[in-house]
C-alpha cells in the first residue's frame, strides 16, 4: 500500500470525500461561505505552508521531516509527525496540499472547536504515520493524509448525532470512499477511515458545543 495515490481513481475518491465532508459541515455550520478563518485555522495552516513552501528553495527541509520508515526504525522516531510538514508531491502537490487545508482547517475548527480539531489533526497524523512506518511500510511526506481524516472526521460526527437519512448517507459514501481508497492500494483510505472512527469517537466523549444534537440540519 503506498502513500503516491492511485491515479486518477485516487483523485476522484479524494475529492468525493472533501465535497461529501463540506456537505456534512453545512449541517452544523448552516451555508459555507469564504470568511475570515478562524486564528486556530491560520496558525495551524501556517505550521504546516512554512516549511511546506521553504522545502522548495531547501530541499534540505524535506530530507530531514520526510517519512523513512528505516529511520523512524533507528530512532527517528519524530519523522512519524513532521513528515506532514513538508510535501513530497512537488510544487504541484504541495499547491494542492495547501489549498484543500485551507479550505479545510477552517470548516473544521468552526464544526469541532479549535481544540478538538488540532487534537484530531494531530491524532490522525500519528496514526496515519504509524501505519505507513510500519504496517504498510511506505516512504513519503505531506499533511494530505491528516487533512483526509479531518475531512471524514465530519462523518463520524453527524452519524453520532443525527437519524436524518441525507446526512447518512453523505457520511456513509465517505466511509464507502475511504474503503474504495483502501481496495486501490492507496494508503490514504486508512487515513479516511481513521478520521471517521476518531469523529464518532470524540463526537461520544466530547461533542462540539454551540449545536445541540437535535438542530442538526438536514442536507
Excluded: C, Y
Amino acid at each position: 500500500m503506498t502513500t503516491s495515490g492511485g491515479g486518477w481513481a485516487s483523485a476522484v475518491l479524494f475529492a468525493v470525500v472533501l465535497v461529501l465532508a463540506t456537505m456534512l459541515a453545512s449541517t452544523r455550520l448552516g451555508e459555507v461561505r469564504l470568511t475570515r478563518p478562524p486564528r486556530t485555522a491560520v496558525v495551524l495552516w501556517l505550521l504546516i505552508a512554512v516549511p511546506s513552501l521553504l522545502q522548495i528553495a531547501v530541499p534540505a527541509v524535506l530530507d530531514a521531516l520526510e517519512r523513512d520508515p528505516d529511520q523512524i526504525r533507528d530512532h527517528q522516531w519524530w519523522r512519524i509527525f513532521t513528515s506532514v510538514a513538508v510535501q513530497d508531491g512537488g510544487v504541484a502537490g504541495t499547491v494542492v496540499n495547501l489549498l484543500v487545508l485551507a479550505w479545510l482547517a477552517p470548516l473544521a475548527v468552526r464544526v469541532w472547536g479549535g481544540v478538538r480539531a488540532v487534537l484530531l489533526f494531530v491524532a490522525s497524523q500519528i496514526i496515519f504515520g504509524l501505519f505507513t512506518a510500519f504496517l504498510f511500510p511506505s516512504p513519503g511526506a505531506g499533511n494530505s493524509g491528516a487533512t483526509l481524516a479531518l475531512a471524514a472526521s465530519f462523518a463520524g460526527l453527524v452519524v453520532m448525532q443525527s437519524k436524518e437519512w441525507r446526512v447518512l448517507a453523505a457520511s456513509g459514501g465517505i466511509v464507502l470512499a475511504g474503503v474504495l481508497l483502501v481496495v486501490v492500494d492507496d494508503a490514504h483510505g486508512l487515513a479516511v477511515l481513521t478520521g471517521a472512527l476518531l469523529g464518532a469517537a470524540l463526537a461520544t466523549v466530547s461533542p462540539p458545543t454551540g449545536d445541540p444534537t437535535d438542530r442538526v440540519r438536514t442536507l
